[in-house]
């Protein structure tokens, strides 16, 4: 029995021995815990470690795992792998791994593709814009297991001009997976600023404009005012520009370079912006000469002995020379603007300042004397010499006859109403010389007396210089132009003053034009003056165009000669200046006749009388817009006081055993 006591102590000895003898270690091994990126691979996780036992130098690998995953809706969170097995002692023994997932610098803006920036230029950019194509469109990006990327935009417009806009597209893209609003300093969000503009522009764009002109200033020393037609953009589309200019004379740095340019060379620069800054340029050049001719006046006369010569040397002066100067002959001739030279000669050739006459020259004779500026400007003045042999002794010299080759020309001016207040400017043009003839001193308001001219020469009347009379326009003639519209008056000569335009009719744009003119009191460019013979006959007063013809103006001389003209100034048609005062307030004129009544002014009050005592009527007055002023009832006859009124033309209306309309003008 104590045998097998020893025996049971020998061999627990021999276990303990065993289980401590390095012979014997055992080792349970797991991988350690890591942190992987969300978009890792987890096909396979043995990939990141596998667990295994060691024993007496042999490793044995454990396939026995449970894994558990608690990851959230965007892959992040952790998966624990966990083995067992027994030891040596028979003990269950277990072990875990803890892998960790993050999305930390998993979606960076490496991985995004902004849109790109953009400029639409067409003529119509926002029919374009609506319909934008990648890559222009939106951000795009790399697609991740475990984010969550979303994107949005806000805009902001900025007008640059009329045709140019600017957008500022601020896209901001999140990922869901990581971002957090909370954070002092959140991760995940990315902005970037999209730039996009918007140019109306057509390529077939370009400017128009009134290439280099030369005015004359034939008024005015110091220059002209110059209306100029305004640049202009044509294109296929309509693209928004603006139009400036450079000129330091124009009235308006737009389009428009109209303005008082002084004598000399301008040149002005125009430039049509658009399309965000794009410019078309263009250089006008604006030459004002000065076109005021000499003023003329020559001696009345001169006489001038001839000096003698002995041409056989018999001691008796057989023939005779003297040579004139040009300047001789002149007496005061100026020049309306200060510091132009003036020269003199017998021709329009400058050269010929002096002129030799001889024995065949003796008596009267006929001579221009022109004066010419430094500019080149002309004018002349006639006179005549006469060349007397009082100390040559042959009595041959002298017995050429001389002819007179001039005559004289009358022209008689009246307006369309037979006066002539003041006469306008008109001249008489020598055609083959292109010169301007002026009136003689002896010329009155309304008769233009041009003398010494030639004999079979043909002139025209110049009405270029006639300068407009604004002082002869107001309200009234608008009302006379209403009135012939409405067929009120056919006269044959207010017809002819009513065409404005030159078309030979009147009508509403001839009202038009007369409105502005009288509003703004800027002449336009259509010649507002007509003559016409003052003894024509109209075949028919309401169409005076028929009888018209354009040889008025051209007359051909062979004798002294006198023509009487209507010379009519364009838009003057109310007879206001031509009519008897009633008294210091009110003129009446009656547009149609009032047979049944007679309808006067008495002091401020309007008199109607009827021829019929007895007979009841109404009387209303009515302004030019149908607004009823006064209505009151007579009979017989009645005074109404006229109530306050401004100045210009008054409709009135009787109604009784018939209707009688007319017309009545009030002055303030």
């Given at each position: 029995m104590h045998t097998m006591k020893i025996k049971s102590l020998l061999a627990s000895l021999v276990f303990c021995y065993f289980s401590i003898s390095p012979v014997f270690a055992w080792q349970f091994i797991c991988p350690g815990d890591i942190t992987l990126p969300c978009d890792a691979d987890l096909h396979d996780l043995n990939l990141y470690g596998k667990s295994y036992t060691e024993h007496n130098g042999y490793k044995s690998w454990l396939h026995d795992c449970k894994v558990v995953y608690n990851l959230n809706d965007c892959g992040v969170g952790t998966i624990t792998r966990t083995w067992g097995v027994e030891d040596t002692l028979w003990r269950w023994v277990t072990c875990s791994q803890v892998i960790t997932l993050t999305n930390v610098n998993v979606f960076t803006p490496k991985d995004i593709y902004w849109p790109d920036h953009l400029t639409i230029e067409s003529c119509d950019p926002d029919a374009d814009f609506k319909n934008l194509a990648k890559p222009y469109d939106h951000p795009y990006f790399t697609k991740k297991v475990c984010t969550r990327p979303m994107y949005t935009y806000s805009d902001s417009w900025f007008q640059v001009d009329s045709g140019c806009r600017k957008l500022l597209r601020e896209w901001k893209l999140i990922d869901w997976c990581t971002y957090d609003p909370f954070s002092p300093a959140p991760r995940g969000i990315f902005t970037y600023t999209q730039i996009i503009k918007l140019i109306t522009n057509d390529p077939t764009i370009h400017l128009v404009v009134k290439k280099d002109t030369t005015v004359f200033a034939t008024t005015?020393?110091?220059?002209?005012?110059?209306?100029?037609?305004?640049?202009?953009?044509?294109?296929?589309?309509?693209?928004?520009?603006?139009?400036?200019?450079?000129?330091?004379?124009?009235?308006?740095?737009?389009a428009d370079i109209s303005g008082y340019y002084p004598i000399g060379m301008h040149k002005v620069e125009l430039i049509a912006e658009y399309a965000?800054?794009?410019?078309?340029?263009?250089?006008?050049?604006?030459?004002?000469?000065?076109?005021?001719?000499?003023?003329?006046?020559?001696?009345?006369?001169?006489?001038?002995d001839l000096m003698p010569i002995d041409t056989d040397g018999d001691g008796k002066a057989d023939e005779g020379m003297i040579e004139?100067?040009?300047?001789?002959?002149?007496?005061?001739?100026?020049?309306?603007?200060?510091?132009?030279?003036?020269?003199?000669?017998f021709s329009s050739d400058t050269s010929q300042k002096s002129k030799i006459y001889t024995c065949d020259d003796v008596g009267e004779n006929q001579v221009e004397i022109w004066i010419t500026d430094d500019l080149g400007n002309q004018s002349f003045c006639k006179t005549k010499i006469e060349i007397q042999r009082n100390m040559i002794d042959s009595m041959d010299c002298g017995k050429t006859t001389v002819i007179d080759n001039h005559v004289d020309l009358s022209l008689k001016m009246k307006d369309q109403f037979g006066k002539m207040e003041k006469m306008p400017r008109v001249f008489l043009m020598e055609n083959s010389t292109n010169q301007k003839m002026v009136c003689t001193s002896n010329s009155t308001k309304q008769e233009l007396i041009f003398e010494n001219l030639k004999k079979t020469e043909n002139y025209s009347i110049d009405l270029s210089e006639c300068e407009f009379d604004f002082n002869n326009l107001d309200i009234r003639d608008v009302s006379a132009m209403k009135n012939i519209l409405a067929g009120k008056s056919v006269d044959p000569i207010l017809l002819l003053a009513a065409d404005m335009n030159l078309d030979n009719r009147v009508d509403k744009s001839d009202l038009d034009i007369l409105s502005n003119l009288i509003l703004s009191k800027n002449k336009t460019s259509n010649d507002l003056w007509q003559l016409i013979p003052s003894d024509i006959i109209f075949t028919n007063p309401s169409n005076p165009w028929l009888d018209l013809n354009s040889s008025y103006k051209n007359i051909h001389l062979i004798g002294n000669e006198t023509r009487s003209y209507y010379l009519i100034q364009k838009g003057n048609i109310d007879p206001k200046f031509h009519l008897p005062s009633v008294n210091d307030d009110f003129v009446e004129v009656d547009v149609n006749p009032s047979p049944g009544y007679e309808v006067s002014i008495v002091q401020n009050r309007i008199s109607i009388n009827s021829k019929n005592e007895i007979e009841q009527f109404n009387f209303e007055l009515i302004d030019l817009c149908g607004k009823k002023l006064i209505k009151s009832i007579c009979t017989g006859n009645c005074e109404i006081e006229i109530p306050k009124v401004q100045e210009g033309?008054?409709?009135?209306r009787i109604t009784g055993t018939t209707q009688i309309d007319g017309k009545i003008f009030l002055l303030n």
């Amino acid at each position: 029995m104590h045998t097998m006591k020893i025996k049971s102590l020998l061999a627990s000895l021999v276990f303990c021995y065993f289980s401590i003898s390095p012979v014997f270690a055992w080792q349970f091994i797991c991988p350690g815990d890591i942190t992987l990126p969300c978009d890792a691979d987890l096909h396979d996780l043995n990939l990141y470690g596998k667990s295994y036992t060691e024993h007496n130098g042999y490793k044995s690998w454990l396939h026995d795992c449970k894994v558990v995953y608690n990851l959230n809706d965007c892959g992040v969170g952790t998966i624990t792998r966990t083995w067992g097995v027994e030891d040596t002692l028979w003990r269950w023994v277990t072990c875990s791994q803890v892998i960790t997932l993050t999305n930390v610098n998993v979606f960076t803006p490496k991985d995004i593709y902004w849109p790109d920036h953009l400029t639409i230029e067409s003529c119509d950019p926002d029919a374009d814009f609506k319909n934008l194509a990648k890559p222009y469109d939106h951000p795009y990006f790399t697609k991740k297991v475990c984010t969550r990327p979303m994107y949005t935009y806000s805009d902001s417009w900025f007008q640059v001009d009329s045709g140019c806009r600017k957008l500022l597209r601020e896209w901001k893209l999140i990922d869901w997976c990581t971002y957090d609003p909370f954070s002092p300093a959140p991760r995940g969000i990315f902005t970037y600023t999209q730039i996009i503009k918007l140019i109306t522009n057509d390529p077939t764009i370009h400017l128009v404009v009134k290439k280099d002109t030369t005015v004359f200033a034939t008024t005015d020393c110091k220059g002209v005012y110059l209306k100029y037609d305004s640049a202009k953009i044509e294109s296929q589309c309509r693209v928004p520009h603006r139009i400036i200019n450079t000129s330091q004379y124009s009235d308006k740095k737009e389009a428009d370079i109209s303005g008082y340019y002084p004598i000399g060379m301008h040149k002005v620069e125009l430039i049509a912006e658009y399309a965000c800054g794009k410019e078309i340029k263009c250089i006008v050049t604006i030459n004002v000469v000065q076109k005021i001719p000499p003023v003329p006046y020559c001696l009345d006369g001169a006489i001038i002995d001839l000096m003698p010569i002995d041409t056989d040397g018999d001691g008796k002066a057989d023939e005779g020379m003297i040579e004139v100067n040009a300047r001789d002959l002149d007496k005061s001739s100026y020049h309306p603007c200060p510091g132009r030279k003036l020269k003199f000669s017998f021709s329009s050739d400058t050269s010929q300042k002096s002129k030799i006459y001889t024995c065949d020259d003796v008596g009267e004779n006929q001579v221009e004397i022109w004066i010419t500026d430094d500019l080149g400007n002309q004018s002349f003045c006639k006179t005549k010499i006469e060349i007397q042999r009082n100390m040559i002794d042959s009595m041959d010299c002298g017995k050429t006859t001389v002819i007179d080759n001039h005559v004289d020309l009358s022209l008689k001016m009246k307006d369309q109403f037979g006066k002539m207040e003041k006469m306008p400017r008109v001249f008489l043009m020598e055609n083959s010389t292109n010169q301007k003839m002026v009136c003689t001193s002896n010329s009155t308001k309304q008769e233009l007396i041009f003398e010494n001219l030639k004999k079979t020469e043909n002139y025209s009347i110049d009405l270029s210089e006639c300068e407009f009379d604004f002082n002869n326009l107001d309200i009234r003639d608008v009302s006379a132009m209403k009135n012939i519209l409405a067929g009120k008056s056919v006269d044959p000569i207010l017809l002819l003053a009513a065409d404005m335009n030159l078309d030979n009719r009147v009508d509403k744009s001839d009202l038009d034009i007369l409105s502005n003119l009288i509003l703004s009191k800027n002449k336009t460019s259509n010649d507002l003056w007509q003559l016409i013979p003052s003894d024509i006959i109209f075949t028919n007063p309401s169409n005076p165009w028929l009888d018209l013809n354009s040889s008025y103006k051209n007359i051909h001389l062979i004798g002294n000669e006198t023509r009487s003209y209507y010379l009519i100034q364009k838009g003057n048609i109310d007879p206001k200046f031509h009519l008897p005062s009633v008294n210091d307030d009110f003129v009446e004129v009656d547009v149609n006749p009032s047979p049944g009544y007679e309808v006067s002014i008495v002091q401020n009050r309007i008199s109607i009388n009827s021829k019929n005592e007895i007979e009841q009527f109404n009387f209303e007055l009515i302004d030019l817009c149908g607004k009823k002023l006064i209505k009151s009832i007579c009979t017989g006859n009645c005074e109404i006081e006229i109530p306050k009124v401004q100045e210009g033309v008054y409709l009135y209306r009787i109604t009784g055993t018939t209707q009688i309309d007319g017309k009545i003008f009030l002055l303030n």
